[in-house]
């Protein structure tokens, strides 16, 4: 209903970012113990789905997955995931994604080529709503949940996520989630 064209655009974007943040608001809200049931999954081939589909068709992603299956809420840990390898291409535009056993985890890494970030930050990305001045800076859409959603998923499956800046350049995540009688 709005006549002026470029003030008909500003509504817009801000209407679709309130409505992505709402999603996020929500999705992160919701018990990561709810109403999924923990099925036998396998690992590597979600992540090898969410690797064949990135965010950016032109993005890279360079995969070795082992063969690990989980007792996993897979619809949970394909978000939790997708978050994570999401990040690393808006941030890093390649990834190199490893999986596989070690000890009683499956230790999942996955290293972007971007330019990292502060080591003053690093425990801040993981609080709800928190957003960098680097992606402020490029403009990248976000609500600053994405990393907050995911370590409570992974942390509901009883495992754990940490992040730090590689010693050649860009950011190194490291998930590991626990072995158990299903692997």
Do not use: C
């Not at 018990?31 to 999954?41: A, H, Q």
């Amino acid at each position: 209903m709005l006549d002026d064209e470029p003030l008909k655009q500003d509504f817009e974007a801000e209407f679709n970012a309130l409505d992505e943040m709402v999603f996020a608001v929500l999705d992160m809200m919701r018990s990561p113990d709810g109403k999924e049931d923990v099925v036998p999954t396998r690992l590597d081939e979600l992540i090898g789905r969410l690797a064949a589909k990135p965010i950016y068709l032109n993005a890279h992603i360079e995969t070795q997955l082992e063969p690990i299956t989980l007792a996993l809420r897979p619809l949970s840990m394909k978000r939790a995931l997708g978050n994570l390898l999401d990040n690393g291409i808006l941030y890093g535009h390649k990834l190199v994604v490893n999986l596989h056993p070690k000890n009683q985890w499956a230790l999942l890494t996955i290293r972007d080529f971007g330019p990292g970030i502060a080591d003053n930050d690093i425990d801040k990305v993981f609080q709800p709503r928190v957003r960098l001045d680097y992606a402020e800076q490029m403009n990248i859409k976000g609500t600053g949940l994405g990393l907050s959603i995911s370590r409570n998923v992974i942390r509901a499956h009883g495992g754990d996520i940490s992040i730090r800046n590689h010693p050649e350049g860009g950011l190194e995540v490291r998930v590991q989630l626990p072995l158990n009688q299903t692997s």
